[in-house]
């Protein structure tokens, strides 16, 4: 019984310095330079590709203006080209198709917001929680304009004017919607141009980079500050948690990568 100590202590003894021998080779092992991991994880970065989709939303938009315009003149009012009128639209009214077109206008902005709302979701998984929140509001408001301008028309119809007035409001609410939904979408794709043209890094990154310099000076504010809503304070902490996952899972397969090329 006595003899079995020793044997057990030289073991243990040496599985230790084994297992030190390990983490020895490990810490004394080819180190990767911080900026070849920051280089490999900044090609991640992925454009938004919606400012495609606003400047063709835009251009259908205003080409639905100038043929509503042209239909309601020609064909409704009757200023001119009626056999153009009937053999083009047969015997479809002309304010008729005006409503339908605008319907298929709504129906693109529907989507259009979805795309919008995907891949805006997406560059927040990927940690652009500022770029998230600046445009969060800004996103919204095409298809806040054209909801709108239904409801106006849905108003018109249930008016019942004469059918010169009826026109004359219809194009103008056309014309009105135009004026304003224009310059949401013009600047929301100017936003968006800008944040892709600008490839900045994550925002936690952001946040690591300034306070290398300045402790005081923070691009994101994750903790509670005085005026701050509660709620907000809440929803950029799970914001920061839900990135920092995904980031700490790339950053391990980059490891893993890395150290295998070395």
């Known amino acids: 019984m006595e003899s079995k100590g020793p044997s057990l202590y030289a073991a243990g003894t040496s599985v230790d310095m084994s297992r030190s021998l390990d983490e020895d080779s490990m810490v004394d092992g080819p180190l990767i330079s911080p900026d070849v991991l920051h280089s490999a994880i900044r090609r991640e970065f992925q454009t938004v590709p919606t400012p495609c989709h606003a400047g063709l939303l835009s251009l259908l938009h205003v080409v639905f203006v100038v ?9 409704v009012l009757k200023f001119g080209q009626e056999e153009v ?3 083009i639209l047969h015997n479809v009214p002309g304010d008729s198709v005006i409503l339908f077109g605008k319907v298929c206008l709504w129906v693109l902005v529907l989507l259009f917001s979805g795309c919008v709302q995907h891949h805006h979701n997406r560059a927040r998984s990927r940690g652009y929680l500022r770029f ?4 969060q509001g800004l996103k919204h408001l095409p298809l806040t304009v054209y909801s709108a301008g ?3 028309l849905l108003v018109l119809l249930a008016a019942q004017l004469p059918l010169k007035w009826h026109t004359y409001m219809l194009l103008s609410i056309l014309g009105l919607e135009l004026l304003v939904a224009l310059p949401c979408l013009l600047y929301y794709t100017v936003k968006v141009m800008q ?6 890094a994550p925002d936690v990154s952001q946040e690591e980079h300034s306070h290398n310099f300045s402790v005081t000076n923070l691009s994101t504010e994750t903790g509670f500050r005085e005026g701050s809503s509660l709620e907000e304070v809440v929803e950029k902490q799970a914001d920061l948690i839900e990135y920092l996952k995904q980031h700490n899972t790339l950053l391990s397969k980059r490891l893993l990568n890395l150290t295998a090329q070395h």
């Open 195 to 200: 944040f892709n043209r600008e490839r900045a």
């Open 132 to 135: 998230y929140r600046q445009t």
């Open 150 to 152: 239904n409801v106006l």
């Open 67 to 75: 043929l509503s315009m042209c239909v309601g003149v020609m064909c």
């Open 85 to 87: 009128c009937t053999s």
